[in-house]
């Protein structure tokens, strides 16, 4: 559906960062003017489950653009910092999880639901997320292919950070889960 390298069990780095967004507005015209590339519209829902370490969701989610859909399993691990900060994080299928958490406990422990404006720029994904019950946020995520250096993707994503901060409201630490 995106276009992305990625397959099922395969760990990839990022560096994220995400706000309130005040101006959703504001921030598709710098979209826009920054020539970012409008990828998809996602309506998404993020069951988490507890695991041991970091953070598991199965994500659903359905493009309005494409119209094509998917569910999938993600799990992530980041610091709860507001600046930008290194996350890793690796999409798994059904078999997967059962593999690796073969003891889980599947019990949704919170559900997520949000509509996720997802725009590119070279590899610094710009999600404009409306979340049900918590309100609008911004996000970006630098991803680092095994070549890519992680301090290149920091400084874009930090240089994106001041072309949007009129659209920004208050650093986020945690994931929408936590709030």
Wanted: proline share 3%; glycine share 6%.
């Amino acid at each position: 559906m995106r276009n992305e390298p990625f397959t099922a069990g395969m760990r990839v780095k990022n560096i994220e960062f995400k706000s309130e967004l005040r101006d959703i507005e504001l921030a598709r015209a710098t979209c826009a003017i920054l020539r970012a590339r409008r990828v998809a519209v996602l309506i998404q829902t993020d069951e988490y489950v507890s695991v041991p370490d970091g953070r598991l969701k199965r994500r659903t989610e359905r493009d309005e653009l494409s119209g094509l859909s998917r569910a999938e399993w993600i799990w992530y691990d980041r610091a709860d910092r507001s600046n930008a900060r290194a996350s890793r994080w690796t999409r798994l299928d059904d078999a997967q999880v059962s593999v690796r958490w073969s003891d889980l406990d599947r019990t949704v422990t919170r559900i997520i639901m949000k509509r996720r404006e997802l725009w590119q720029i070279e590899n610094i994904r710009i999600h404009l997320d409306t979340v049900v019950g918590l309100g609008n946020y911004f996000e970006l995520e630098g991803i680092c292919g095994i070549s890519d250096d992680p301090a290149e993707a920091k400084l874009k994503v930090e240089t994106l950070i001041e072309k949007f901060r009129p659209t920004l409201g208050e650093p986020v630490s945690g994931s929408y889960a936590d709030l």
